[in-house]
Antibody
């Protein structure tokens, strides 16, 4: 069965960086785009960007460009998202989510359990 | 960028009654070449990740009860829960996947009256 397992909660100081991992299993890792979505406490869902695990190509929302990097390691079926220069408003649960089809414009059928990143001095 | 607006922000419905949630996109999410609406609905319960309910505006995901249905085209969409059950208490989000940046509505909280 498809599973996305994310790394554990993090507490960071403003200005620091955080790298969240998402390990996939139960399907062909390189066959589906992976997206990152975040949710601030008590707020809605915000799409951050996608990575194509086959090519390594990425696309991120403009507000995150220059501060967010998405990468993958195909040998261990894992994608990563690093956020730099953290601010207090980056405090959120970060989710990885897989496309339902092997194209970038598709909904998300499997989600990781979420990783809480807390930014606090 | 496509902006998604849901209404209402919250609603309280009696058990067994109908719940209706609306979603409007700032531009059409209907792709003319395949006549598909690039619109999905998700359900999120507390402390859980979202769950895909509906995609292509009206296609129910496998395993989703048939009391959930989606309708609409172009810029106006509706999620209907035909007979609300206790386990349907959640926040519901629409999402457009027509173009990047992908975008979600702000969410609609459904409660029991």
């Amino acid at each position: 069965q498809v599973q996305l397992v994310q790394s554990g909660a993090e507490v960071k100081k403003p200005g620091a960086s955080v790298k969240v991992s998402c390990k996939a299993s139960g399907y062909t890792f390189t066959g589906y785009y992976m997206h990152w979505v975040r949710q601030a406490p008590g707020q809605g869902l915000e799409w951050m960007g996608w990575i194509n695990p086959h090519t390594g190509g990425t696309n991120s929302a403009q507000k995150f460009q220059g501060r967010v990097t998405m990468t993958r390691d195909t040998s261990i079926s894992t994608v990563y998202m690093e956020v730099r220069r953290l601010r207090s408003d980056d405090t959120a649960v970060y989710y990885c989510a897989r496309d339902i089809e092997a194209v970038v414009t598709a909904p998300f059928d499997y989600w990781g359990q979420g990783t809480l990143v807390t930014v606090s001095s | 960028d496509i902006l998604m607006t849901q209404s209402p922000e919250s609603l309280a419905v009696s058990l067994g009654e109908r719940a209706t949630i609306n979603c409007k996109s700032s531009q059409s999410v209907l792709y003319s070449s395949n006549s598909k609406n690039y619109l999905a609905w998700y359900q999120q319960k507390p402390r859980q990740p979202p769950k895909l309910l509906i995609y292509w505006a009206s296609t129910r995901e496998s395993g989703v009860p048939d009391r959930f249905s989606g309708s609409g085209s172009g810029t106006d969409f509706t999620l209907t829960i035909s007979s609300l059950q206790a386990e349907d208490v959640a926040v519901y989000y629409c999402q457009q996947y027509y173009s990047t940046p992908l975008a979600f509505g702000q969410g609609t909280k459904v409660e029991i009256k």
